[in-house]
């Protein structure tokens, strides 16, 4: 078991206060409560290991194997709504009483009641009027750091104990789900631990009771086998599966004993899965409030579309309007986007332009050589030979190399420009001859301060100083289009100032057809708005993934 986290958990706390804020300023007193329950999660650097499973399935039991012995009563406790939560330490319970209908108020608002462990199973009896339990008791395996969390079990007749199961998992960091050998494939299993797989929590499957397998009528292997191909088709994403036996601890298949250790390297691991259990239950809480926000607009939603003439009406309406907006976008950025487009025009024929092709790499030899020191041209009268031997040279090269770049790169950038300017029809003959001005002229000086006093004349020099003088050369150019394109923006952004102004009008004619299409799309922008909003202080800064703890 090994990945790395970029957060503490205590520095999720800080960063999970303006998320509870702005959901207590929305009016979510009840998701601002469970942010809440986060950020004192988060202080307090605990390590939750959620149980779930079935009333059947064996889950109060193994807690108490788990725990050395019995802290959990046997039976099933006769509610919808008690989480137990185990903790080591001196012998007490501590018993928060359920909030009245309506009441959205955190539990930490009402009184507990403190009572000892023998009154904790009789006031469970009355298990309704209560929301939750804490429980200290002698556990040495959870250590200073672990806590047990025993949630109500699953049944199929009552959505509730579902309900009160999924409220408790904000405070889970790990999640066992232990269930009955006989009604492991059953589809109400599969649905609800596929539920707890879509948390995106580290999730452990456990197989109980394996004791009633019966080796002559299927092959332990076969059973295993099926049990996997079952959650593979759920697509229920787990770290592990385990199959145990508390009441035959002798059994071949049984891995009771490894729950032991694998606790221990749970909460030895705890930093890592904090910070990943906390902004996950941050994600999932604001994700639950935006899709709630979103609900209550549903209806007026509804009733705007019917008055639109119907989903396929709204939606042509709403892709012309589309269209516009992106119209009306494009002008109102012309300048940039036309900027761009010619700029990389350019860089394209730039980069394509051959400036110092074979025949002129060797005129440029011969410039070179002329200007190594102690160069010299005849004996007798040698130094005005040697001159106009040099000017020469200098010429020859010159010359062929300003042919070289008007025909790869002075035509070609002057024609890009030219029909630049004619698709905006602001092209005139006017505009013809100061782009020709623009183009620069290659002056000697530009061919003498590229070479490099000294070096030693070879191949390798050749090429450099081609490469060199090639891109001097395509800077000029560069700068002298992009001058011009600068020059010619104003009168772009003028050409499409009608165009513009048909769009917005149409746009608004669009708008003005149909107050119900300004109604809807306002409150699918304030949809879309608090969706953004909740979800930016809840970002995840960990890319832990169902697998990542395997091993």
Known sequence: MSFTVQTTASQGSIALQPLKEQLAAWGDARSASLIDDLIHKADAGEMTIAFCGHFSAGKSSLINSLCGQKVLPSGPVPTSANVVSIRNGESRALIYPAAGAGDEAPRETADPLQVSLKELYEYCTNGGDYSSVEVWDQVPLLGEHGVFMDTPGVDSTDDGHQKATHSALHLADVVLYVMDYNHVQSENNLVFAKSLSDWGKPLYLIVNQIDKHRERELSFDTYRQEVEAAFKRWQVHYENLLFISLKNPEHPYNQRAQLDGLVQELIAKRAPLLSYSIECSAHHIAEQ???????????????????MGGAEKAAELEREMGALREEIDRFENIRQLEREAVRREAEGLLENANLTPADLRDRAQLFLESRKPGFKKGFLFSGAKTEQEKQE?????????REQCASQIGWHLQELLRRWGQSHRIWNEERDQQLADRMPVIEPELLEGTVEPGAVLSGEYLLNYCRKLSAEIKALYRRAALDAVEEMLADVEASAAPAKQRAQQELAALQEQSAAMARYTELAAAIAARKEAAARPAAAHQALTPGTLRG
């Open 289 to 307: 409030h935006t899709a709630q926000f979103a609900d209550s607009l549903q209806e007026d939603m509804e009733q705007l579309l019917q008055e």
């Open 393 to 401: 040279r200098l010429d020859g090269f010159l010359s062929s190399l």
